[in-house]
């Protein structure tokens, strides 16, 4: 998992990982070493499951931070990481997708010698097709990033048990495509 975790239901953003980064993560002063991912969650629930799950729930009682929209702009607009959608059962790369994609491809070629992660949430036990779907979205978001120059080399797949995401259905439209800054 990231350094910094946010959950994001109905419009609302949380820190429910990396506490110990809140004034950074405020101040936009985070060191680039320091990683955040934001998780999409379909319930309040899967909110605070995130937040038990991380560590950082305290002893007294209470809830995640809550972030402001402008901050989490912020953040999104600076994160390594981007992520495409895509529709359910679908492959097709919308306008969207290619924005995500040459923006990743953009970053990669800022940083030549990173490495560039395709990751994927497929189930361990889910249908084989969930993960052939999740193959060829990773293949086709691969191909694009291969033709706007980032070297085939410099392209990592990962797939994450999708039951570790709280908020994720059996079959995740989402693909996360991260420059590795280390």
């Given at each position: 998992?990231?350094?910094?975790v946010?959950?994001?239901h109905?419009?609302?953003?949380?820190?429910?990982?990396?506490e110990?980064?809140?004034?950074?993560l405020?101040?936009?002063?985070?060191p680039?070493?320091?990683s955040?991912?934001?998780?999409?969650?379909?319930?309040d629930?899967?909110?605070?499951?995130?937040?038990v799950?991380s560590g950082d729930?305290?002893?007294?009682a209470g809830?995640?931070w809550i972030?402001?929209?402008?901050?989490?702009?912020r953040?999104?607009?600076?994160?390594?990481?981007l992520?495409?959608?895509?529709?359910?059962w679908?492959?097709?790369?919308?306008?969207?997708?290619?924005?995500?994609?040459?923006?990743?491809a953009a970053?990669?070629m800022e940083r030549?010698?990173?490495d560039v992660?395709?990751t994927?949430?497929?189930g361990?036990?889910?249908?084989r097709?969930?993960a052939?779907?999740?193959?060829?979205r990773c293949?086709?978001i691969e191909a694009e990033?291969?033709g706007?120059?980032v070297a085939s080399s410099r392209i990592?797949?990962v797939t994450r048990?999708?039951a570790?995401v709280p908020g994720?259905?059996a079959?995740?439209?989402?693909?996360?495509?991260v420059?590795?800054?280390?």
């Amino acid at each position: 998992m990231a350094d910094i975790v946010l959950a994001e239901h109905r419009g609302q953003t949380w820190l429910v990982s990396g506490e110990q980064y809140i004034d950074d993560l405020l101040a936009n002063t985070l060191p680039g070493d320091i990683s955040i991912e934001f998780i999409a969650c379909q319930s309040d629930s899967d909110i605070t499951v995130l937040w038990v799950q991380s560590g950082d729930q305290p002893a007294s009682a209470g809830s995640p931070w809550i972030i402001n929209p402008a901050i989490v702009s912020r953040i999104r607009r600076n994160s390594a990481g981007l992520s495409v959608f895509f529709g359910q059962w679908s492959v097709l790369l919308d306008d969207d997708a290619h924005s995500v994609i040459r923006a990743s491809a953009a970053r990669a070629m800022e940083r030549s010698d990173a490495d560039v992660m395709i990751t994927s949430y497929v189930g361990p036990e889910g249908p084989r097709i969930i993960a052939d779907l999740a193959n060829l979205r990773c293949n086709l978001i691969e191909a694009e990033l291969a033709g706007l120059g980032v070297a085939s080399s410099r392209i990592v797949r990962v797939t994450r048990d999708v039951a570790t995401v709280p908020g994720m259905g059996a079959e995740s439209q989402r693909i996360d495509i991260v420059v590795k800054m280390d």
